[in-house]
C-alpha cells in the first residue's frame, strides 16, 4: 500500500508536463506585404515567435500563442483552458488563447502574447505556486515534531535523575521492590552503600522507561498509517481515489464545496434535449433521418449531437447520403439528402417516392439568421418556444425541408442526474454548495437551478478561479456566504475536471476531480472520483 501511495502521489509532478504538452512547439511564420496581402511562410520553433508577429493556423493544429485574430474565422475549442464545452466562434478582431484547438476554418493571427505571458504559461505557474505552497498548521506542525522526540527522551533523562536520587537519599522507598542489580551485587559485596547504590539505578531506569514508553507517539505512529491504508484502501474499493493520509483526514472538515459546472455538475458533451415539430407533414423519425443525415456531413459539435441522436432514436449504425453540401461558419449549413428510405420502420412513414429510394430534399440547418438568409420564414410562436428553450441556457438549431420550417431541436450540456441530490446531501450536513464557471450567467444560472444551487460566480476567467478560491478561504466567519461557528475561516474544497481547475484544484484545501477529465486534473487533485458520480464527494466526506 506504502508503495502504492507513493506511485499516486509521484504522478502530481506530471500536472505539469501535460500542461505544458498543449503548447505548441512549432508555429507558422507568415510575412505580410506592403498592402497586406500574406506572402512567404515558413515553420520556426515556438521560442522564436515574438510579439506582433503574424502566425497561420490551419484547421486541426493547436493556436501556438496568444493573439488576435487578423484575417480569417473559424470555431475554437477552448474546453481546456475556459471549460466551455461548445466551440467559440472566432471572426477577425477577436483574441485567441495559446493552446486552444482550431476546428474549422484557417485563420491568421497577430502575437500578443508569447512565451511566459500566454495565458497556458501562467496557469503553469499558478499551478506550481500552489503545490509550492503550504498551510500555516502544516509548518506549524512540522516546527513542533522537530522538538517533541527530543523533548521526550529529555524528560526520560530527568525522571531517572530524579528518581536516582530520591533512592540514594531515601532508601526508605526501594523498600518491597525487588532488585536483580542488588542481589547478584550482593553475592560480591557487603557494602549496603553500594547495594542501595545499585537498587537505585534500576529503579530510576524503570521509571525512565516508563515514561517514554507512555510519552512516546508510538501508538499514534502506528494508528495514523493503519488508519490512512485502510481509509484509502475502502475508498478505492469504491471508486474513490484518496492521494494520502491528508485528504483522507481534512475533507470531513470541508464547509464549502465548490463546484465548475462543464464537466463537473454537467456531462460536458452536447445532446439533444428536446425536438418539436413545427409541421404536421413530417413525423419525428422522418424528420431525424433527414437531419440527421445532413449534419453527417458536419464536424461541429452540436452537428454530432444531431446525428448520435438520431442514430440512436431510429437504431441504426449508418444514415442517408449527402450531397451539394456547403457548411457556413456562425449560421449554419445547405445540403441535399437522399437515400434515406430505408431508415424508416414503417411504411406510413415514407412516400411513394421514398419507397422507390428516390426522393431527394433540399435540407437547411441553422440559426435565425441563416433562415433568413434562405428566405424561411420564421413564426411568432416558434421564436417565443425558441427564446423560452434559450433562457434555459439551451442552443436552439431551426431545420427546414424543401424550403419551408419543419423543426426545431434544442440541444444542451446535460446535467448529471445525481448532481441535485449531491447538492441537497451536502447541505444535509451543512456543507455549502457554489458553483464556479467561466460559462455566461444566463446558462449559469439555468444549470444552478436544477441542481438547487444558489450561489453562482460567472463568466470566471481560467486565471481567476484560483484566485475566487482564495477569496472564499480568506472569507471571516461574519461572511454572507456561510457562517462558521467557532472558526475563522472556511475550509474550501473544489470540485472540478478541465486544465483551467488544476490551479483551483490545488489552492483547494481539499481539490477533487471528476476522472473522465483530463490528464491535469486527477493529478493535481487530492482525491480522485473514479466512477465520475458526485455522490462520491458525500461518500469521501463520510469515509473521512
Given at each position: 500500500?506504502?508503495?502504492?501511495?507513493?506511485?499516486?502521489?509521484?504522478?502530481?509532478?506530471?500536472?505539469l508536463?501535460?500542461?505544458?504538452?498543449?503548447?505548441?512547439?512549432?508555429?507558422?511564420?507568415?510575412?505580410?506585404?506592403?498592402?497586406?496581402?500574406?506572402?512567404?511562410?515558413?515553420?520556426?520553433?515556438?521560442?522564436?515567435?515574438?510579439?506582433?508577429?503574424?502566425?497561420?493556423?490551419?484547421?486541426?493544429?493547436?493556436?501556438?500563442?496568444?493573439?488576435?485574430?487578423?484575417?480569417g474565422?473559424?470555431?475554437?475549442?477552448e474546453?481546456?483552458?475556459?471549460?466551455?464545452?461548445?466551440?467559440?466562434?472566432?471572426?477577425?478582431g477577436?483574441?485567441?488563447?495559446?493552446?486552444?484547438l482550431?476546428?474549422?476554418?484557417?485563420?491568421?493571427?497577430?502575437?500578443?502574447?508569447?512565451?511566459?505571458?500566454?495565458?497556458?504559461?501562467?496557469?503553469?505557474?499558478?499551478?506550481?505556486?500552489?503545490?509550492?505552497?503550504?498551510?500555516?498548521?502544516?509548518?506549524?506542525?512540522?516546527?513542533?515534531?522537530?522538538?517533541?522526540?527530543?523533548?521526550?527522551?529529555?524528560?526520560?533523562?530527568?525522571?531517572?535523575?530524579?528518581?536516582?536520587?530520591?533512592?540514594?537519599?531515601?532508601?526508605?522507598?526501594?523498600?518491597?521492590?525487588?532488585?536483580?542489580?542488588?542481589?547478584?551485587?550482593?553475592?560480591?559485596?557487603?557494602?549496603?552503600?553500594?547495594?542501595?547504590?545499585?537498587?537505585?539505578?534500576?529503579?530510576?531506569?524503570?521509571?525512565?522507561?516508563?515514561?517514554?514508553?507512555?510519552?512516546?507517539?508510538?501508538?499514534?505512529?502506528?494508528?495514523?498509517?493503519?488508519?490512512?491504508?485502510?481509509?484509502?484502501?475502502?475508498?478505492?474499493?469504491?471508486?474513490?481515489?484518496?492521494?494520502?493520509?491528508?485528504?483522507?483526514?481534512g475533507?470531513?472538515?470541508?464547509?464549502i464545496?465548490?463546484?465548475?459546472?462543464?464537466?463537473?455538475?454537467?456531462?460536458?458533451?452536447?445532446?439533444?434535449?428536446?425536438?418539436?415539430?413545427?409541421?404536421?407533414?413530417?413525423?419525428?423519425?422522418?424528420?431525424?433521418?433527414?437531419?440527421?443525415?445532413?449534419?453527417?456531413?458536419?464536424?461541429?459539435?452540436l452537428?454530432?449531437?444531431?446525428?448520435?441522436?438520431?442514430?440512436?432514436?431510429?437504431?441504426?449504425?449508418?444514415?442517408?447520403?449527402?450531397?451539394?453540401?456547403?457548411?457556413?461558419?456562425g449560421?449554419?449549413?445547405?445540403?441535399?439528402?437522399?437515400?434515406?428510405?430505408?431508415?424508416f420502420?414503417?411504411?406510413?412513414?415514407?412516400?411513394?417516392?421514398?419507397?422507390?429510394?428516390?426522393?431527394?430534399?433540399?435540407?437547411?440547418?441553422g440559426?435565425?439568421?441563416?433562415?433568413?438568409?434562405?428566405?424561411?420564414?420564421?413564426?411568432?410562436?416558434?421564436?417565443?418556444?425558441?427564446?423560452?428553450?434559450?433562457?434555459?441556457?439551451q442552443?436552439?438549431?431551426?431545420?427546414?425541408?424543401?424550403?419551408?420550417?419543419?423543426?426545431?431541436?434544442?440541444?444542451?450540456?446535460?446535467?448529471?442526474?445525481?448532481a441535485?441530490?449531491?447538492?441537497?446531501?451536502?447541505?444535509?450536513?451543512?456543507?455549502?454548495?457554489?458553483?464556479?464557471?467561466?460559462?455566461?450567467?444566463?446558462?449559469?444560472?439555468?444549470?444552478?437551478e436544477?441542481?438547487?444551487?444558489?450561489?453562482?460566480?460567472?463568466?470566471?476567467?481560467?486565471?481567476?478561479?484560483?484566485?475566487?478560491v482564495?477569496?472564499?478561504?480568506?472569507?471571516?466567519?461574519?461572511?454572507?456566504?456561510?457562517?462558521?461557528?467557532?472558526?475563522?475561516?472556511?475550509?474550501?474544497?473544489f470540485?472540478?475536471?478541465?486544465?483551467?481547475?488544476?490551479?483551483?484544484?490545488?489552492?483547494?484545501?481539499?481539490?477533487?476531480?471528476?476522472?473522465?477529465?483530463?490528464?491535469?486534473?486527477?493529478?493535481?487533485?487530492?482525491?480522485?472520483?473514479?466512477?465520475?458520480?458526485?455522490?462520491?464527494?458525500?461518500?469521501?466526506?463520510?469515509?473521512?
Amino acid at each position: 500500500m506504502s508503495s502504492f501511495c507513493l506511485l499516486i502521489q509521484g504522478k502530481t509532478s506530471q500536472a505539469l508536463t501535460d500542461l505544458l504538452s498543449l503548447q505548441a512547439s512549432e508555429a507558422t511564420l507568415a510575412k505580410v506585404g506592403e498592402k497586406g496581402q500574406i506572402g512567404e511562410e515558413q515553420v520556426v520553433d515556438i521560442e522564436l515567435v515574438q510579439k506582433g508577429d503574424i502566425l497561420k493556423v490551419v484547421p486541426g493544429d493547436r493556436i501556438p500563442v496568444d493573439g488576435k485574430v487578423i484575417l480569417g474565422s473559424s470555431s475554437v475549442d477552448e474546453s481546456m483552458l475556459t471549460g466551455e464545452s461548445l466551440p467559440v466562434r472566432k471572426e477577425v478582431g477577436d483574441t485567441v488563447i495559446g493552446g486552444t484547438l482550431n476546428q474549422a476554418g484557417l485563420i491568421f493571427i497577430s502575437a500578443t502574447h508569447v512565451g511566459a505571458d500566454t495565458a497556458l504559461a501562467q496557469i503553469v505557474r499558478l499551478v506550481e505556486d500552489a503545490q509550492m505552497s503550504k498551510a500555516p498548521i502544516q509548518r506549524f506542525a512540522d516546527k513542533i515534531a522537530g522538538y517533541f522526540v527530543p523533548g521526550i527522551i529529555a524528560l526520560s533523562v530527568l525522571t531517572w535523575i530524579i528518581w536516582f536520587s530520591i533512592g540514594v537519599t531515601n532508601p526508605s522507598t526501594l523498600e518491597g521492590k525487588e532488585c536483580t542489580l542488588n542481589t547478584n551485587h550482593s553475592r560480591n559485596s557487603s557494602s549496603s552503600q553500594e547495594d542501595t547504590e545499585y537498587c537505585a539505578v534500576e529503579n530510576a531506569f524503570l521509571y525512565a522507561v516508563t515514561v517514554l514508553a507512555i510519552a512516546c507517539p508510538c501508538a499514534l505512529g502506528l494508528a495514523t498509517p493503519t488508519a490512512v491504508m485502510v481509509g484509502t484502501g475502502v475508498g478505492a474499493r469504491h471508486g474513490i481515489l484518496i492521494k494520502g493520509g491528508e485528504p483522507l483526514e481534512g475533507i470531513h472538515r470541508v464547509d464549502i464545496v465548490v463546484f465548475d459546472k462543464t464537466g463537473t455538475l454537467t456531462h460536458g458533451k452536447p445532446k439533444v434535449v428536446d425536438v418539436r415539430l413545427a409541421k404536421e407533414s413530417l413525423n419525428r423519425r422522418k424528420l431525424l433521418a433527414i437531419v440527421g443525415t445532413a449534419e453527417s456531413g458536419s464536424e461541429h459539435p452540436l452537428g454530432q449531437a444531431i446525428v448520435e441522436h438520431s442514430k440512436e432514436i431510429l437504431s441504426v449504425s449508418s444514415l442517408g447520403q449527402v450531397s451539394d453540401f456547403e457548411a457556413v461558419p456562425g449560421c449554419g449549413l445547405r445540403c441535399v439528402v437522399s437515400d434515406v428510405h430505408f431508415l424508416f420502420q414503417s411504411k406510413t412513414d415514407y412516400s411513394n417516392d421514398d419507397q422507390d429510394g428516390n426522393a431527394v430534399y433540399k435540407v437547411l440547418v441553422g440559426n435565425r439568421e441563416w433562415m433568413r438568409r434562405n428566405q424561411v420564414d420564421v413564426a411568432a410562436e416558434i421564436d417565443r418556444s425558441m427564446h423560452d428553450h434559450e433562457s434555459l441556457g439551451q442552443t436552439v438549431v431551426l431545420t427546414a425541408v424543401n424550403g419551408e420550417l419543419m423543426a426545431t431541436i434544442s440541444i444542451a450540456d446535460t446535467v448529471r442526474s445525481e448532481a441535485a441530490l449531491a447538492v441537497h446531501t451536502l447541505e444535509q450536513l451543512g456543507v455549502h454548495s457554489i458553483m464556479l464557471t467561466g460559462d455566461n450567467r444566463r446558462t449559469a444560472m439555468a444549470i444552478a437551478e436544477q441542481v438547487g444551487i444558489e450561489t453562482v460566480f460567472a463568466e470566471v476567467l481560467p486565471s481567476h478561479k484560483r484566485n475566487k478560491v482564495l477569496e472564499l478561504q480568506n472569507r471571516s466567519l461574519t461572511s454572507s456566504v456561510v457562517s462558521l461557528a467557532g472558526k475563522r475561516h472556511p475550509v474550501v474544497s473544489f470540485v472540478g475536471d478541465g486544465i483551467n481547475d488544476s490551479p483551483a484544484l490545488v489552492q483547494s484545501d481539499v481539490g477533487v476531480a471528476i476522472g473522465s477529465g483530463t490528464n491535469v486534473a486527477p493529478e493535481a487533485a487530492d482525491i480522485v472520483l473514479i466512477k465520475n458520480n458526485l455522490m462520491d464527494v458525500v461518500a469521501a466526506i463520510g469515509l473521512s
